[in-house]
């Protein structure tokens, strides 16, 4: 049974494009950069060079790939077509080397994580320098961002697991492995001696009197406490201080009667500074975090070494 791609591309043209595939980087940059001039210098080439090979992909196509006007450069819907299907050929050269790379250094290799803040406190963290102890030649990328954020660029190969609260089923990619592995608990969080935790079921209206830090791509995390307050009656707390940096965020409870809604894996670092959560009278839920992933990426090495790592470190409960 033919592909979408083969239904669209007859046997000859197909095989013609392979052959051209080298041209497929240099029409993935001016698609990016949105001209000649900017991809060529990027790729270091000739304008007139670059020009040549895009008319050249184009002529083999018999189709336009772009929209040539006065303020640069746009893709048609025949190079939107090209785009997404040069990207997938993009990533498969990436695993590609990555395998090739794990084969010829024997524990070398690369790994692309997003975590999410139920995971970048101490779990992830500590996976990574688990398996870097025993495997130090595999190189390690992790950045904080919310799910908005690093899903699409897993599902674009910019990234190669993703770790988070799981989507509902119906909001699942179906060629993302979606890993569900422990269950988070959404805590208010203040310093230690903070007047709310000194009291045993605080009420919604107690919080609301206080002031709330909040992270700037806390979007989700401002809905449910919004939730939680309507539910109660109540209007929801503004914000007094909105940061990115965890660190400012421990350092502010410490210096003042601060609350904030974080995960139930950030206990442990939480009381590291002295903070720890308040024993309310009507929690906020919990919620299913997991690890989420193209499946092609079971095959590295670097990736079966740091998910072995990290459900090593996950607790028993959170």
């Known amino acids: 049974m033919k592909t979408p791609a083969q239904a669209h591309l007859p046997p000859l043209l197909a095989a013609r494009l392979m052959r051209r595939s080298h041209l497929l980087g240099d029409f993935l940059m001016v698609a990016a950069e949105g001209g000649i001039r900017q991809a060529a210098d990027k790729i270091a080439i000739s304008q007139s060079a670059l020009t040549r090979r895009i008319q050249d992909l184009e002529a083999e196509l018999g189709a336009s790939l772009f929209e040539r006007t006065s303020r640069g450069m746009t893709l048609t819907p025949f190079g939107e077509v090209l785009k997404h299907h040069a990207q997938l050929v993009a990533i498969t050269c990436q695993y590609a080397v990555s395998e090739i790379s794990d084969l010829l250094e024997g524990e070398a290799g690369e790994l692309r994580l ?95 009197a206080h002031p709330w830090i909040w992270f700037t791509t806390g979007a989700a995390s401002r809905e449910l406490l919004g939730s939680y307050f309507e539910r109660a009656g109540l209007p929801a707390p503004s914000t007094s201080v909105e940061t990115s940096s965890a660190q400012s965020v421990f350092r502010l409870m410490q210096q003042g009667n601060y609350l904030m809604l974080l995960p139930s894996t950030s206990r442990a670092t939480a009381a590291h500074h002295g903070v720890r959560p308040l024993r309310l009278k009507v929690g906020f839920g919990r919620y299913v975090a997991g690890m989420m992933y193209r499946p092609s990426v079971m095959r590295l090495k670097a990736f079966t070494s740091f998910r072995d790592a990290l459900l090593k470190k996950l607790p028993a409960s959170a």
């Open 114 to 208: 997003s975590a999410g803040p139920a995971w970048a406190y101490s779990l992830v963290p500590d996976a990574i320098a688990a398996m870097q102890s025993e495997r130090p030649k595999i190189r390690v990328t992790l950045l904080d961002l919310i799910n908005e954020l690093s899903l699409p660029m897993l599902s674009s190969g910019l990234l190669d697991v993703v770790l988070g609260g799981l989507p509902p089923e119906p909001l699942r990619d179906p060629q993302i492995q979606y890993e569900a592995l422990l269950e988070v608990e959404h805590l208010v969080f203040a310093d230690e001696q903070h007047p709310l935790n000194q009291i045993e079921g605080v009420e919604p209206a107690q919080l609301g």
